[in-house]
């Protein structure tokens, strides 16, 4: 943004305090225009757009519709096979301890290791996505991948696996029928077409916005009374209007032409001529300083906490299901113990698709009752479904286990609901974090993840040697409590006074990154 840009900002600030009595702490915003304060909006005239765009169309903030969901697809699915294999080896593990001669115990740190690695990576992969850019980073990623699973596939130790990244829903089923190796394979094929894809398909979405100067906007003519002006003028007397000049329309609501019409340049955001951004370079340290510091925030530390224990929800499910599935009372082979997986991706694809629609309604909801302005606490409310969804899928899987249950029962209502709060509660949690805090939101990501990973690292260790020991309830219900009882308590002490936790860190550094 601008130095221009940033004081007219602050005065519209400044104007909106006074005025109506708003305290804009960092985090909140004003999404509607009020009175001589107009803001560039989207295809609904009354939302203002955060962060502002320029009239720039490689600007993936004006990229169109195509472009950003190509993205996002593509990103999401080298996601998707990058991290949901750290789970696959559960369904194999009977085969792993026979053929490595190793305990159950053993072949659960493999899952542990590997979720270790994917969240103290993150203190490597973010400094060199602000020295390369987040396109190169995530091809050279993608290739070690392919490489890790062909180690794999080739292993002749289970130390190999320290690191595999496969699935688990069809490791069970390949394992079953042609052998665990041939898994590993499957993850080097479907691993080498997403990164073809994302090499045509993923360009650079790194931006400094400040690169390129808005130096004319165009308004949409539907929305502008300045081009249905010009409409009406000889085209040699239409004139090119400075962002700095442009005056409202009649309703209030500017809008960029080029706003959901841009694309990705080919020799800047999909060239291959990777440079170091020596811009950058002096960054580095705050890469690293920032997590720590932002870990003790009282909002950030919550939505980490969210992440961290509702995620781990799915790893305790994940670590038992082979010992409990595989046990004289359901007596499932390894290929029907990946198969229960499908209840946790359904739940997941659910709770994916609600969370964050519901919590942006209630949200906006909430938003237009305050008179425009949003404060970031108006999404916690989104917790209270998905909460109770929490409660009734972890208790049912627990004592489903413990009680020897129908199958049905445990995986379609146990393992179903939890697979919905395993992507709702984060959602949400992680939302509002970065909702107060903009300006990290990469960092807020590398603590959530670090938070996440730690922990269930941890419970690699003691799963299931207390199931052994106390039953399959046990464990379950230490990640229920706290997966549950984190929104409720800590949910409800920020509902009332999470701004004034956010107006303790004001004057932090942090919001001038």
């Given at each position: 943004?601008?130095?221009?840009a940033?004081?007219?900002?602050?005065?519209?600030?400044?104007?909106?305090q006074?005025?109506?009595?708003?305290?804009?702490?960092?985090?909140?915003?004003i999404?509607t225009?009020?009175?001589?304060?107009?803001f560039?909006h989207?295809?609904?005239?009354?939302?203002?757009?955060v962060?502002?765009p320029?009239?720039?169309?490689?600007?993936?903030?004006?990229?169109?519709?195509?472009?950003?969901?190509t993205t996002?697809?593509?990103?999401?699915?080298?996601?998707?096979?990058?991290?949901f294999?750290?789970?696959?080896?559960?369904?194999?593990?009977?085969?792993?301890?026979?053929?490595?001669?190793?305990?159950?115990?053993?072949?659960g740190?493999?899952?542990?290791s590997?979720?270790?690695?994917?969240?103290?990576?993150?203190?490597?992969?973010?400094?060199?996505?602000?020295?390369?850019?987040?396109?190169?980073?995530?091809?050279?990623?993608?290739?070690?991948?392919?490489?890790?699973?062909?180690?794999?596939?080739?292993?002749?130790?289970?130390?190999?696996?320290?690191?595999?990244?496969v699935?688990p829903?069809?490791?069970?089923?390949?394992?079953d029928h042609?052998g665990?190796?041939?898994?590993?394979?499957?993850?080097?094929?479907?691993?080498?077409?997403i990164?073809?894809?994302m090499?045509f398909?993923?360009?650079?979405?790194k931006?400094?916005?400040?690169?390129?100067?808005?130096?004319?906007?165009?308004?949409?003519?539907?929305?502008?009374?300045?081009?249905?002006?010009?409409?009406?003028?000889?085209?040699?007397q239409?004139q090119?209007?400075s962002?700095e000049?442009?005056?409202a329309?009649?309703?209030?609501?500017?809008?960029?032409?080029?706003?959901?019409?841009?694309y990705p340049?080919?020799?800047?955001?999909?060239?291959l001529n990777?440079?170091?951004?020596?811009a950058?370079?002096?960054?580095?340290?705050?890469?690293?300083?920032?997590?720590?510091?932002i870990?003790s925030?009282p909002?950030?530390?919550f939505?980490?906490?969210?992440?961290?224990?509702?995620?781990?929800s799915?790893?305790v499910?994940n670590?038992?299901?082979?010992?409990a599935?595989?046990?004289?009372?359901?007596?499932?082979?390894p290929?029907?113990?990946?198969?229960?997986n499908?209840?946790?991706?359904?739940?997941?694809i659910?709770?994916?698709?609600t969370?964050g629609?519901?919590?942006?309604?209630?949200?906006?909801?909430?938003?237009?009752?305050?008179g425009?302005i949003?404060?970031?606490?108006m999404?916690?409310?989104?917790?209270?479904?998905?909460?109770?969804?929490?409660?009734l899928?972890?208790?049912?899987?627990?004592?489903?286990?413990?009680?020897?249950?129908?199958?049905?029962?445990?995986?379609?209502?146990g393992?179903?609901?939890?697979g919905?709060?395993?992507?709702?509660?984060?959602?949400?949690?992680?939302?509002?974090?970065?909702?107060?805090?903009?300006p990290?939101?990469?960092?807020?990501m590398?603590?959530?993840?670090v938070?996440?990973?730690?922990?269930g690292?941890?419970?690699?260790?003691?799963v299931?040697?207390?199931?052994?020991?106390h039953?399959?309830?046990?464990?379950?219900?230490?990640?229920?409590?706290?997966?549950v009882g984190?929104?409720i308590?800590?949910?409800?002490?920020?509902?009332?006074w999470?701004?004034?936790?956010?107006?303790l860190?004001?004057?932090?550094?942090?919001?001038?990154?």
């Open positions: 943004m601008s130095v221009d940033e004081k007219h900002f602050a005065s519209v600030a400044d104007e909106v006074n005025r109506f009595h708003v305290d804009l702490v960092p985090g909140t915003e999404l225009d009020l009175n001589e304060a107009h560039i989207g295809g609904r005239g009354d939302i203002v757009l962060p502002q320029n009239n720039d169309p490689h600007n993936p903030l004006n990229w169109s519709r195509f472009w950003k969901y996002l697809i593509v990103c999401s699915i080298n996601m998707f096979l990058g991290n294999s750290s789970l696959s080896i559960a369904p194999m593990t009977p085969i792993f301890v026979e053929y490595f001669h190793t305990s159950v115990s053993k072949v740190l493999l899952t542990g590997c979720v270790l690695a994917l969240g103290y990576a993150n203190f490597i992969i973010i400094p060199c996505t602000r020295l390369f850019g987040r396109r190169p980073v995530a091809l050279v990623c993608s290739i070690i991948v392919i490489g890790a699973s062909i180690w794999e596939a080739l292993a002749t130790s289970w130390i190999y696996f320290m690191g595999a990244w699935g829903i069809v490791s069970g089923t390949v394992a042609i665990w190796r041939w898994f590993f394979w499957l993850a080097v094929i479907l691993q080498g077409a990164t073809v894809a090499f398909f993923f360009p650079e979405t931006y400094n916005q400040e690169t390129i100067m808005p130096s004319e906007v165009v308004y949409d003519e539907e929305r502008s009374d300045i081009q249905q002006k010009d409409e009406t003028s000889p085209p040699q239409k090119e209007i962002h000049e442009i005056t329309a009649d309703n209030g609501v500017q809008h960029l032409a080029v706003l959901g019409k841009g340049s080919k020799m800047q955001q999909f060239g990777w440079r170091v951004d020596r950058q370079i002096r960054f580095l340290p705050r890469d690293f300083v920032t997590p720590i510091e870990a925030y909002v950030i530390a939505g980490s906490c969210c992440v961290g224990f509702a995620a781990n799915l790893l499910l670590l038992l299901e082979s010992p599935f595989s046990s004289a009372v359901y007596n499932f082979s290929a029907s113990v990946g198969y229960v499908f209840a946790l991706m359904g739940g997941g659910f709770g994916l698709a969370a629609p519901l919590s942006d309604w209630i949200s906006m909801k909430l938003t237009k009752r305050n425009g949003r404060e970031p606490e999404r916690l409310l989104t917790f209270i479904p998905f909460v109770i969804l929490a409660f899928g972890l208790l049912i899987a627990g004592l489903g286990w413990e009680h020897n249950w129908a199958w049905p029962v445990v995986v379609v209502l393992f179903g609901f939890t919905v709060i395993v992507m709702a509660i984060p959602t949400i949690g992680l939302t509002y974090a970065v909702d107060s805090y903009k990290v939101a990469g960092q807020i590398v603590v959530a993840t938070v996440k990973n730690t922990f690292f941890g419970m690699t260790y003691f299931n040697d207390m199931a052994v020991e039953g399959y309830i046990a464990p379950v219900m230490v990640l229920l409590g706290f997966t984190i929104p308590v800590f949910g409800t002490m920020l509902w009332f999470g701004k004034s936790a956010r107006r860190t004001r004057n932090s550094k942090v919001h001038t990154f």
